[in-house]
């Protein structure tokens, strides 16, 4: 009686462990769902869809049995095929975020590397006011660097004043370099929580070993503390790399020149034409999936290295 009263007990217990985990993980599935399942399969439903022919407005197709795919073969004619005016522009974006995602690592690392090693007592108030700024809304920000970047800003005036040009620079007017440096200030403070989180977990006295066998602190750092920093370099571009991607809100405020547009002003522009939302849904589609790519890496070499650290 006691072992059928004992068994009784576990599988109720189960049912409760069971239930417990469900109820606490369903608030997250239903926002899941609310906020990305659903405006996922709208973007699909309207990337397959039709062209009302009267009122030049998208048809969404809501069943899957009549979707059809005509605006992701315009989408990909004009990104690969002959006349493809997006082609360039997606080349562009590639060369964008690659410049702008290692100078993110560049000065990101260092910096989390100094709080965390260099910090002491002090981290959090470091971290506090590398942080702080980025509380300001990225519009605030990006209105601020326009001001610091016009004709008249401070940026040609400390310039012209160090004689390192000879008049000012009209960085507005449809510079590369504006927009890359824009795209690494926005995005850059996510990258150094995701390092400093990362360097702040890697046990010292390995460090500490390394130095006690000889290695000096330039070897240290290259044997040691960078290897086991790899995966928090791998997680924090990948949150850096991929935003990057679909932004077209940088270009618009510090450019705003078809010179320097990035893949997310084609898409913005496609959704806000009339008669080319379904062709601005594919090409998001197809960027889409283009992304997955790094994000399935990303995948795998988080569950190679726990299968090789387990």
């Known amino acids: 009686m006691r072992g059928i009263r004992g068994a009784r007990r576990e599988v109720t217990d ?42 030049q407005s998208a048809v969404p197709a809501w069943n899957p049995l009549h979707w059809s795919g005509a605006n992701f073969a315009r989408s ?4 690969v095929g002959t006349g493809a005016f997006i082609g360039p522009i997606f080349v562009r974006t590639v060369v964008y975020v690659a410049i702008a995602s290692v100078l993110s690592l560049l000065i990101a690392f260092p910096v989390a590397y100094f709080v965390t090693r260099f910090g002491g007592r002090r981290k959090g ?21 326009i001001d610091l970047l016009q004709n008249d800003g401070y940026v040609n005036k400390a310039l012209t004043f160090l004689h390192l040009v000879g008049h000012p620079v009209n960085w507005l007017g449809g510079q590369s370099a504006t927009v890359i440096l824009g795209l690494v200030y926005g995005y850059i403070p996510y990258l150094i929580l995701v390092l400093y989180s990362g ?3 890697i046990d010292t006295r390995l460090i500490e070993a ?36 679909g932004d077209y809100y940088t270009n618009q405020m510090l450019s705003g020149s078809a010179g320097t547009s990035m893949i997310g002003n084609v898409i913005d522009g496609q959704l806000n034409a009339t008669g080319l939302q379904g062709e601005g849904a594919a090409l998001s589609v197809l960027l889409l999936v283009v992304l997955l790519v790094p994000m399935l890496y990303y995948v795998f070499s988080t569950n190679r290295a726990a299968t090789e650290l387990g």
Request: aromatic share 16%.
């Open 210 to 245: 390394g130095r006690d066998l000889g290695l000096s602190g330039w070897r240290t750092f290259l044997q040691v503390t960078l290897p086991l920093s790899r995966q928090s370099v791998l997680t924090g571009m990948l949150i850096t790399v991929l935003p990057m991607f």
């Open 199 to 201: 360097l702040d977990r």
């Open 125 to 145: 108030v470091f971290l506090a006011l590398l942080i702080a700024p980025f509380w300001i809304s990225y519009m605030m920000r990006m209105l601020a660097w």
């Open 76 to 79: 990909w004619s004009d990104l």
């Open 14 to 55: 189960g049912v409760r462990g069971r239930l417990f985990w469900a109820a606490l993980t369903a608030p997250g599935i239903v926002w899941l769902i609310a906020l990305f399942v659903v405006p996922f399969y709208a973007v699909v439903a309207i990337a397959t869809g039709e062209l009302n022919p009267v009122f």
